[in-house]
Nanobody, 124 residues
Framework: QVQLVESGGGSVQAGGSLTLSCTVFGYTASSYCMGWFRQAPGKEREGVAVRDTIGGSTYYADSVKGRFTISQNNAKTKLYLQMNTLQPEDTAMYYC?????????????????WGQGTQVTVSS
């Protein structure tokens, strides 16, 4: 059974940094996409950053390009999201997700497995 467990959320002031971690249990697919998504109150879930676990290609939402970096460990058991220069509009619940698809997408509907989420709050 696939399980994704996020950690690393918290509260920071604008301009600060946080690193989110996602530990993957039970996913044995040879190639898959993993990513970070977020959902703010009253808003739809949106893709933040995704990564092809084999080829290493990464895709970012325009709103986080240059500020966020997605990465994984060599064993592909952990996914990270380094978030720098955080802004109040980055406040949301952040979710880790995994799925199999021909080309990694920022569309949440294409991912099969989800973590429970970790809250990020950025104050001005």
């Amino acid at each position: 059974q696939v399980q994704l467990v996020e950690s690393g959320g918290g509260s920071v002031q604008a301009g600060g940094s946080l690193t989110l971690s996602c530990t993957v249990f039970g996913y044995t697919a040879s190639s898959y996409c993993m990513g970070w998504f977020r959902q703010a109150p009253g808003k739809e879930r949106e893709g933040v950053a995704v990564r092809d676990t084999i080829g290493g290609s990464t895709y970012y939402a325009d709103s986080v390009k240059g500020r966020f970096t997605i990465s994984q460990n060599n064993a592909k058991t952990k996914l990270y999201l380094q978030m720098n220069t955080l802004q109040p509009e980055d406040t949301a619940m952040y979710y880790c997700a995994a799925g199999f698809m021909a080309r990694c997408s920022l569309a949440s509907s294409t991912y099969n497995y989800w973590g429970q989420g970790t809250q990020v709050t950025v104050s001005s």
